[in-house]
């Protein structure tokens, strides 16, 4: 421990000798190993920590297959025939977001929240931490109308009362009984921002009629493998129950089961859409990292042909070999902990604008911190690139004979420390230009996406989530005349051009997939094709252009015949060579009944981008009758 002392204190009297060598060393370093820490503490908990469940590696999720390999969210007979013939599963669950408002209070709150069967917090095996969980008879068509409450939304709103056990909330003008409220730390990986939670409650009698709810791919699956039963046992399970039927669990169509399933653990369901690019973030900054320990390699080297004569004469006075490479070794871990040091710094900004500059699909977002991991993570490195830096100039330092040295110049350096200084050049200008490369292809990618037409202009757009709440809106009258306010209202704001609503906005990945019937069609067969309800206005507004026909206008509205507008890639399929306007069709649910009204088409537009650049939007008509939560405006200025 003495001579480890003696040598750090010779160390610190070299780095105060040279103090420009000292910091561009160790600034170097700690760009290096602060850049990897910060990407490090991003990738850690999506990637490598387990999720914050019990047994996380039990619990899958699991989706219908569609075609071309897509996951589809599961219908809600699917799940019941799941639940009752899998040997495989502990626990399943089905859920589906729900954005509650809180009235009766001072201040009405709009919740994020999910609607859930039973067993949804059975199957992450997290129960409340205060009060109870779901039970069997909450799960009931009609049932009795209880919640369970976060504990940011209890302690925010409620104060924290342990009381609110039993007593009565107003959501959506509907009282609801508070039974639990979860842990503080429960991280709700399915849905982040949920506050509050409450029953399914759908008809589980109802499977004869295939228009209804139940039979909607809307619900996403949750479970829990039995103790001991592993991913492949219960794939082998599932893809039995999906080749065979019972007279008991008849299949439409449109869930058939043709396809199977397709079932992965929850943590590769939830990190797998972003691990390709973490993994390449990743490896660029450890290429960043061993640019820096390059540069830093060559300045050791450097500074040590520089002190070959202080080494020859330590030598000369009887220093050991060991002694002089354990005090070079000293030094370059002293520079390594101090870029280390300066590097923590750098790893909690890049963390900080990591976590402001996120995109939305970016899971655990609220995971990401410099922790104990972290830090065990960034002083591993450190060590690392301190014996990685310091140890090729120690063995060179020392090559040959160290007597002759005392005979040499201080300002000449020795044949072997040029090859190895033009190695370890020629090796950093080949990861930089790795870098590079990789780099302009970025780019160049990122110029060909963006050189893509969506099918609208975004510029000069502004977009606002509208969303009706309570009873005096369970008419279609009445929320037809408030959305007809609030659009009005909208129009009348100064330096608005166009204003427009739409059940859904273009690339926000939601979609609204109904049964679609041409009367052209005689095997009166019915495909899905993505809806958008729209007002007139909206293809003004989003500058979509008009292919054939005329747009929606004015008189298209609530209890006039009903109009509806083609994408133009979904007109030429359907219509090959023939003009698709006046041909009727039918949309939504029970499009086989006699009585069901026929649509006009009465345009075609351009395509327009749903999700990912080649989706098309297939279909949008003008809203009729609304079924959903809300909607959205989007306003020309």
């Known amino acids: 421990m003495s001579g480890l002392v003696q040598d750090v204190r010779y160390a610190l009297r070299q780095l105060r000798k040279t103090p420009g060598f000292a910091c561009t060393a160790i600034v170097i370093l700690a760009l290096g190993i602060g850049s990897t820490t910060a990407i490090f503490s991003t990738i850690n908990p999506i990637l490598f920590e387990p999720l914050p469940y019990p047994q996380a590696r039990r619990i899958v999720m699991i989706w219908y297959a569609g075609e071309d390999g897509s996951r589809i969210p599961q219908t809600f007979h699917t799940y019941r025939e799941l639940a009752e013939r899998s040997r495989s599963l502990e626990a399943i669950a089905v859920l589906k977001p729900w954005q509650p408002a809180l009235t009766g209070a001072d201040h009405p709150e709009r919740f994020d929240g999910q609607r859930v069967s039973a067993n949804y917090f059975h199957a992450l095996g997290v129960p409340p931490a205060l009060g109870r969980d779901f039970q069997p008879a909450d799960d009931v068509y009609n049932g009795p109308k209880v919640v369970i409450l976060g504990n940011e939304l209890w302690q925010r709103t409620f104060a924290g009362d342990r009381s609110i056990i039993g007593t009565q909330v107003r959501l959506d003008d509907d009282n609801y009984t508070v039974i639990g409220v979860m842990p503080p730390m429960f991280d709700n990986v399915l849905a982040p921002s949920a506050e509050v939670w409450a029953p399914l409650q759908y008809d589980p009698g109802n499977i004869a009629s295939r228009q209804t709810r139940e039979w909607g791919h809307h619900l996403r699956v949750v479970a829990r493998l039995r103790a001991g039963v592993n991913m492949s046992q219960a794939r082998s399970d599932l893809d039995l129950i999906a080749r065979s039927t019972l007279p008991e669990f008849p299949r439409p169509d449109w869930a058939s089961l043709d396809q199977g ?377």
């Open 261 to 637: 399933f397709i079932t992965n653990s929850l943590q590769d369901d939830v990190a797998g859409g972003v691990k390709p690019a973490l993994l390449a973030v990743l490896g660029a900054v450890v290429l960043v990292l061993l640019i820096a320990c390059v540069n830093v390699t060559n300045l050791l080297l450097a500074r040590g042909a520089l002190r070959r004569g202080e080494f020859s004469m330590r030598a000369a006075l009887g220093a050991p070999r060991t002694r002089l490479v354990r005090q070079l070794l000293t030094e370059s871990s002293l520079l390594a902990m101090l870029g280390g040091a300066l590097g923590m710094v750098v790893a909690q900004i890049g963390v900080h604008a990591l976590v402001v500059l996120s995109p939305p699909e970016l899971p655990r977002v609220n995971a990401i911190r410099v922790d104990g991991t972290v830090f065990a993570f960034a002083l591993g490195i450190t060590a690392v690139v301190g014996l990685v830096v310091g140890l090729i100039p120690a063995l060179h330092a020392f090559r040959g004979d160290l007597h002759v040295g005392v005979q040499q110049s201080s300002g000449r350096t020795a044949g072997g420390h040029q090859a190895t200084r033009r190695t370890l050049v020629v090796a950093e200008v080949a990861i930089a230009l790795v870098l590079l490369v990789s780099a302009g292809l970025l780019l160049r990618s990122l110029g060909r996406l963006f050189a893509i037409d969506p099918g609208f202009d975004a510029s000069h757009v502004l977009t606002m989530q509208v969303q009706e709440s309570g009873h005096r809106f369970d008419t279609d009258r009445a929320r037809d005349q408030f959305f007809t306010q609030a659009l009005e209202a909208v129009r009348q704001v100064p330096g608005t051009v166009t204003a427009a609503l739409t059940s859904q906005l273009p690339l926000s990945g939601d979609f609204e997939s109904f049964g679609v019937q041409f009367e052209s069609d005689r095997s009166n067969n019915s495909e899905a094709g993505l809806r958008y309800a729209v007002s007139p206005d909206y293809f003004q507004t989003m500058h979509i252009p008009l292919r054939h026909g005329r747009l929606l206008d004015e008189h298209d509205v609530a209890g006039a015949p009903l109009a509806i507008v083609l994408s133009e890639s979904f007109a030429k399929r359907k219509f090959p060579g023939q003009n698709p306007l006046g041909q009727r069709v039918r949309i939504g649910r029970d499009i086989g009944r006699s009585d069901r009204p026929w649509g006009t088409i009465v345009g075609v537009v351009g395509d327009v981008s749903r999700h990912r650049w080649h989706w098309p939007t297939r279909m949008r008509s003008t809203p009729r009758r609304r079924s959903g939560p809300g909607s959205t405006e989007c306003s020309r200025w």
